[in-house]
């Protein structure tokens, strides 16, 4: 599908680059902690914590102490709560390559010159994020995914075209989880 990948690859090994310069050795927020708590919980089973001592960021309960934060973007760190508080930071990184990626294609589908990859991948906003735990980078996914899959609808016809259209509207809602 990318006839033209070099910058692309050349976009992501930048990314890379700057992730492994400024690597967040831990979290620099209280929301951070919140989601990585509440990833931590979700992956035992609970939302509950029970020692006071924990619970920092939490709201009391009759139960316990219960995260503060919705549990959507929770969700999706637990795969990545295994590998402890530095390395789950990777979650964004990849996110963020995903990101890059899907741009990539979105760019291709659209028949626009690939060199505009360097302007989503080196955005400064976006490469703060790709370094914090913040759920915005997950909803841009499910955006810029959703938004291929309504490109690639319009290139098809009748039935084929209704299903990705029905897969676009479906990973569109996704964003907003």
């Not at 090994?13 to 708590?37: M, N, T």
Request: with cysteine; aromatic share 16%; hydrophobic share 60%.
């Amino acid at each position: 599908m990318l006839k033209n990948n070099k910058p692309l690859i050349i976009c992501l090994v930048l990314v890379i680059l700057i992730f492994a310069l400024a690597f967040p050795s831990f979290y620099a927020s209280g929301d951070e902690h919140s989601y990585i708590k509440t990833a931590n919980l979700l992956s035992k089973g609970s939302v509950v914590e029970e020692k006071v001592l924990y619970a920092a960021g939490s709201v009391q309960t009759d139960q316990g102490f219960i995260p503060n934060v919705a549990i959507n973007f929770p969700l999706f760190l637990i795969p990545f709560v295994f590998l402890g508080i530095p390395l789950i930071f990777f979650f964004s990184l990849l996110l963020h390559i995903v990101n890059t990626t899907l741009f990539s294609l979105i760019l291709s589908k659209l028949i626009l010159p690939q060199i505009y990859v360097f302007l989503y991948a080196v955005f400064p906003a976006l490469l703060w994020l790709s370094r914090t735990l913040y759920p915005q980078l997950l909803a841009i996914t499910f955006l810029l995914a959703g938004f291929l899959l309504y490109v690639h609808a319009d290139s098809l016809k009748n039935n084929p075209k209704r299903i990705f259209l029905f897969l676009s509207a479906f990973v569109f809602g996704f964003a907003v989880f």
